[in-house]
C-alpha cells in the first residue's frame, strides 16, 4: 500500500498512470474486505451508494446533425418526465420547459443552426450561488438539481440562469406527474439529465435515446471524467464549444457546430 | 284456531323487531360521540411492513423524511424506506391510488388525525402502472393468489367504513 500511496503522489499523472492507479485501488479495495468496496465503479451504481463525484455527467450536442423541424427530444423529454408539451398548454409562455428547440440564423450569411437548448449543468452553477434556500444545488456528480422539499418558487435562480433553462409551475398539476419524477406546483424545475434514469443504471437521458433511435445522433451523454467514454472519446476529437463561455461556468453540455 | 296462531307469530315478530331496534338504538349514542374511526385497508402486496406496524404508525414522517433528503441530495434510492414503496403496496385497488378517495390508505388516518400531507403536492398517489399490470415479480409472485382471491369477493369502500364504525 505504501508504493501505491507514493505512486499516487507522484504528478504530473498521465491518463495511463490514473488509469493503472484506479485500477490498482479498486484491487487493494476489493482486497481489503468482502462486501467494502474504496472504489466504486460509477455506473451501475448501487441503491445505498451516494452519487459520486469521481463521475461528471455531461453531453455533447452535434448541431451539425441536428435536424430542422425534428423535436423527438423535446417530446421524450415530456414522455418520461411527465410535462405538459407547450403546444398543448393553456398557457404556452409560461408551460415549463425542461429542454426546448432552437434555431438560428446568422444575419450575414443566413447560415441556420439548429439545437436543443437545455439546462447546461455547469459546474459553477449561478442558480445555486443565488438561491435564497439553499434549494438549488449541484449533486455531487455533476447533476444541478432543485430540492422542491425547500424550493419556495421565489424564481431567483430563473433570472440567474444564462440559458432561460429553468421554469416555474404555475398550474396545479393534479395527480399527473409521473411515480418517479415529482413536480409542483410553485417550485421551479429544469432539466435533471433524466437523474431517475441515471440512477437507475440506463447511463443515458431520455432525450438522447430518442435522438439516437430517430437516427440523428445528434446528442451523446456521458460520463466526462471517464476517460475511456464515449463522449470523452468524442470531446477529444471535435471542436467543441461551450454557451456564453465567457462566464467562465465549466458546462456540462458542449456544442459542435456553433 | 290457525288464525290465532297466526296472530301470535305476528305479535312475537314485532316484539322482537323492536326489542332488536331498541338495542342497535342503545349503541348508536357511542357512535355519535366520536369521529368515525379511520378505515385501515391491508396493503395489497406482503403481509408485514417494512418496520412494525406499531412503529410505523407513529415514525413514518420520520423515516420518509430522512430519506428525502438522502435520495434528493445524495442519489441514495434505497427501496426501504421509499415513499414509491409506500405508494407500491398500500395503493387502494379500487382507485389505484393512496389519496384519491376518503378512505385510501394515507388520506384515511390523516383526516381523522386533521393533519396535512404534502407529499401528493407534488408525489403521484400512483404505483407505477396501472393496478392490474401491477408489478408482480418473483419478490410478490406468491401474492398471486391474493390478489386473485380479493378480486372475487370484493368488499366496498362504504362497507369497510360500516365495519370500522
Same mark, same amino acid.
Given at each position: 500500500?505504501?508504493?501505491?500511496?507514493?505512486?499516487?503522489?507522484?504528478?504530473?499523472?498521465?491518463?495511463?498512470?490514473?488509469?493503472?492507479?484506479?485500477?490498482?485501488?479498486?484491487?487493494?479495495?476489493?482486497?481489503?474486505?468482502?462486501?467494502?468496496?474504496?472504489?466504486?465503479?460509477?455506473?451501475?451504481?448501487?441503491?445505498?451508494?451516494?452519487?459520486?463525484?469521481?463521475?461528471?455527467?455531461?453531453? #455533447?450536442? @452535434? &448541431?451539425? *446533425?441536428?435536424?430542422?423541424?425534428?423535436?423527438?427530444?423535446?417530446?421524450?423529454?415530456? %414522455?418520461?418526465?411527465?410535462?405538459?408539451?407547450?403546444?398543448?398548454?393553456?398557457?404556452?409562455?409560461?408551460?415549463?420547459?425542461?429542454?426546448?428547440?432552437?434555431?438560428?440564423?446568422?444575419?450575414?450569411?443566413?447560415?441556420?443552426?439548429?439545437?436543443?437548448?437545455?439546462?447546461?449543468?455547469?459546474?459553477?452553477?449561478?442558480?445555486?450561488?443565488?438561491?435564497?434556500?439553499?434549494?438549488?444545488?449541484?449533486?455531487?456528480?455533476?447533476?444541478?438539481?432543485?430540492?422542491?422539499?425547500?424550493?419556495?418558487?421565489?424564481?431567483?435562480?430563473?433570472?440567474?440562469?444564462?440559458?432561460?433553462?429553468?421554469?416555474?409551475?404555475?398550474?396545479? #398539476?393534479? @395527480? &399527473?406527474? *409521473?411515480?418517479?419524477?415529482?413536480?409542483?406546483?410553485?417550485?421551479?424545475?429544469?432539466? %435533471?439529465?433524466?437523474?431517475?434514469?441515471?440512477?437507475?443504471?440506463?447511463?443515458?437521458?431520455?432525450?438522447?435515446?430518442?435522438?439516437?433511435?430517430?437516427?440523428?445522433?445528434?446528442?451523446?451523454?456521458?460520463?466526462?471524467?471517464?476517460?475511456?467514454?464515449?463522449?470523452?472519446?468524442?470531446?477529444?476529437?471535435?471542436?467543441?464549444?461551450?454557451?456564453?463561455?465567457?462566464?467562465?461556468?465549466?458546462?456540462?453540455?458542449?456544442?459542435?457546430?456553433? | 284456531?290457525?288464525?290465532?296462531?297466526?296472530?301470535?307469530?305476528?305479535?312475537?315478530?314485532?316484539?322482537?323487531?323492536?326489542?332488536?331496534?331498541?338495542?342497535?338504538?342503545?349503541?348508536?349514542?357511542?357512535?355519535?360521540?366520536?369521529?368515525?374511526?379511520?378505515?385501515?385497508?391491508?396493503?395489497?402486496?406482503?403481509?408485514?411492513?417494512?418496520?412494525?406496524?406499531?412503529?410505523?404508525?407513529?415514525?413514518?414522517?420520520?423515516?420518509?423524511?430522512?430519506?428525502?433528503?438522502?435520495?434528493?441530495?445524495?442519489?441514495?434510492?434505497?427501496?426501504?424506506?421509499?415513499?414509491?414503496?409506500?405508494?407500491?403496496?398500500?395503493?387502494?385497488?379500487?382507485?389505484?391510488?393512496?389519496?384519491?378517495?376518503?378512505?385510501?390508505?394515507?388520506?384515511?388516518?390523516?383526516?381523522?388525525?386533521?393533519?396535512?400531507?404534502?407529499?401528493?403536492?407534488?408525489?403521484?398517489?400512483?404505483?407505477?402502472?396501472?393496478?392490474?399490470?401491477?408489478?408482480?415479480?418473483?419478490?410478490?409472485?406468491?401474492?398471486?393468489?391474493?390478489?386473485?382471491?380479493?378480486?372475487?369477493?370484493?368488499?366496498?369502500?362504504?362497507?369497510?367504513?360500516?365495519?370500522?364504525?
Amino acid at each position: 500500500m505504501s508504493e501505491l500511496n507514493s505512486m499516487s503522489n507522484q504528478a504530473p499523472e498521465s491518463p495511463e498512470r490514473r488509469r493503472f492507479v484506479g485500477a490498482a485501488t479498486a484491487a487493494a479495495g476489493l482486497a481489503i474486505a468482502p462486501g467494502v468496496m474504496l472504489y466504486q465503479v460509477a455506473h451501475g451504481r448501487p441503491d445505498d451508494q451516494p452519487a459520486s463525484s469521481a463521475v461528471r455527467w455531461g453531453m #455533447l450536442v @452535434d &448541431t451539425t *446533425k441536428c435536424a430542422t423541424g425534428c423535436d423527438v427530444c423535446v417530446s421524450a423529454c415530456s %414522455t418520461e418526465n411527465g410535462w405538459t408539451p407547450v403546444a398543448e398548454s393553456k398557457h404556452p409562455r409560461q408551460a415549463p420547459q425542461w429542454i426546448r428547440k432552437l434555431e438560428l440564423e446568422d444575419p450575414l450569411t443566413q447560415m441556420e443552426t439548429n439545437l436543443p437548448m437545455l439546462c447546461q449543468h455547469c459546474a459553477e452553477p449561478p442558480c445555486v450561488d443565488v438561491c435564497p434556500t439553499g434549494a438549488s444545488f449541484k449533486r455531487a456528480d455533476g447533476i444541478v438539481l432543485v430540492n422542491r422539499h425547500t424550493c419556495i418558487g421565489c424564481r431567483y435562480c430563473m433570472m440567474a440562469c444564462p440559458y432561460k433553462a429553468r421554469s416555474l409551475v404555475h398550474e396545479p #398539476l393534479n @395527480d &399527473t406527474q *409521473k411515480p418517479d419524477v415529482p413536480r409542483g406546483m410553485g417550485c421551479v424545475e429544469a432539466c %435533471t439529465f433524466c437523474v431517475q434514469k441515471v440512477d437507475r443504471g440506463d447511463g443515458n437521458t431520455a432525450c438522447a435515446e430518442a435522438c439516437t433511435a430517430a437516427g440523428h445522433n445528434a446528442l451523446l451523454f456521458g460520463d466526462m471524467n471517464d476517460p475511456e467514454s464515449e463522449i470523452s472519446r468524442r470531446l477529444r476529437e471535435l471542436p467543441t464549444k461551450q454557451v456564453r463561455a465567457d462566464l467562465n461556468l465549466n458546462l456540462g453540455v458542449r456544442y459542435h457546430g456553433i | 284456531m290457525a288464525g290465532k296462531i297466526k296472530s301470535l307469530l305476528a305479535l312475537g315478530a314485532v316484539v322482537l323487531t323492536t326489542v332488536a331496534l331498541a338495542w342497535a338504538g342503545a349503541d348508536a349514542p357511542a357512535q355519535a360521540s366520536g369521529a368515525p374511526k379511520p378505515v385501515i385497508t391491508k396493503a395489497v402486496k406482503g403481509d408485514q411492513c417494512v418496520e412494525d406496524t406499531d412503529f410505523m404508525r407513529r415514525n413514518h414522517m420520520k423515516l420518509l423524511n430522512h430519506q428525502r433528503d438522502k435520495t434528493v441530495i445524495e442519489g441514495i434510492r434505497t427501496k426501504k424506506h421509499s415513499l414509491k414503496e409506500c405508494i407500491e403496496c398500500h395503493a387502494s385497488e379500487k382507485t389505484g391510488s393512496v389519496a384519491a378517495a376518503k378512505d385510501d390508505f394515507c388520506v384515511s388516518c390523516h383526516s381523522y388525525a386533521a393533519v396535512k400531507i404534502d407529499c401528493f403536492e407534488c408525489h403521484s398517489t400512483k404505483p407505477q402502472g396501472p393496478m392490474s399490470m401491477h408489478p408482480l415479480n418473483a419478490e410478490t409472485a406468491h401474492y398471486k393468489h391474493k390478489l386473485a382471491a380479493r378480486t372475487t369477493s370484493e368488499v366496498s369502500a362504504e362497507e369497510m367504513a360500516g365495519v370500522a364504525q
